[in-house]
């Protein structure tokens, strides 16, 4: 589970673990595939000497470079406590792509693929994310437009940063049920130790990913 040594990470897909591989090193970040197909694991270099440290989380030339986009139109940021789990969030009209970070604490962060025409439709994938792997690697997490996307918040007052391709679009806003029978998302519930998961209202009434508009 979570993010390895910079040459693998290992991911949780459906019922199974598997290694995805990096691309090409580029100057300012390495850029991991994962088991979904446009979904990526970002590493900004990190530069330091006794006094700190300093990185770039975005530089449109390393994104272009990436083939990742340049063009984000809003910063969001939520802070949240243990038990928490939010999603499973996207917007049809106005689609969004994540780039999503945390700044403290830990999140199992999941995204679904709802593109009809993707060969991972239906498709989920899990991830740990905290500020620094246990490598001590950053991290952020690309999800592209025609995804769904939620996380359960694993330690107390986590803070996540997450910038948009588009913006809130109410009219387009949609959810699916996290606890969705057909998707069967293995969330880590037991790393808890017995505490109840909070979901909002909206998000208990989220559809079914059988009923549920797509892409």
């Known amino acids: 589970m979570g993010v390895g040594r910079q040459v693998r990470i290992d991911v949780w897909h459906e019922h199974s673990t598997s290694t995805a591989l990096v691309c090409p090193m580029l100057t300012r970040m390495q850029i991991l595939n994962t088991s979904l197909r446009d979904v990526k694991l970002l590493q900004p270099k990190r530069h330091g000497d006794a006094?700190?440290?300093?990185?770039?989380?975005?530089?449109?030339?390393?994104?272009?470079?990436?083939?990742l986009p340049v063009e984000f139109v809003q910063d969001n940021q939520?802070?949240?406590?243990?038990?928490?789990?939010?999603?499973?969030?996207?917007?049809?009209g106005q689609p969004q792509g994540k780039l999503v970070r945390v700044l403290s604490?830990?999140?199992?962060?999941?995204?679904?693929?709802?593109?009809?025409?993707?060969?991972d439709f239906g498709k989920w994938a899990g991830f740990h994310l905290r500020p620094e792997t246990e490598a001590g690697e950053l991290q952020m997490l690309w999800i592209p437009?025609?995804?769904?996307?939620?996380?359960?918040?694993?330690?107390?007052?986590?803070?996540?940063?997450?910038?948009?391709?588009?913006?809130?679009?109410?009219?387009?806003?949609?959810?699916?049920?996290?606890?969705?029978?057909?998707?069967?998302?293995?969330?880590?519930?037991?790393?808890?130790?017995?505490?109840?998961?909070?979901?909002?209202?909206?998000?208990?009434?989220?559809?079914a990913f059988a009923d549920a508009e797509k892409f």
Do not use: M
């Open 105 to 119: 604490g830990h999140i199992w962060d999941v995204a679904v693929d709802l593109r009809r025409d993707s060969p």
């Open 145 to 207: 437009e025609g995804f769904a996307h939620g996380f359960l918040v694993l330690e107390d007052k986590t803070q996540v940063l997450y910038k948009t391709t588009r913006g809130y679009f109410p009219a387009g806003e949609r959810c699916i049920s996290w606890n969705d029978p057909t998707l069967a998302i293995d969330w880590p519930l037991a790393e808890l130790g017995g505490l109840e998961t909070s979901v909002s209202g909206k998000d208990a009434c989220g559809v």
């Open 78 to 92: 939520s802070c949240s406590a243990r038990g928490v789990l939010r999603g499973l969030h996207y917007q049809l």
């Open 51 to 67: 006094r700190g440290w300093f990185a770039e989380f975005f530089n449109a030339q390393t994104f272009r470079q990436a083939g």
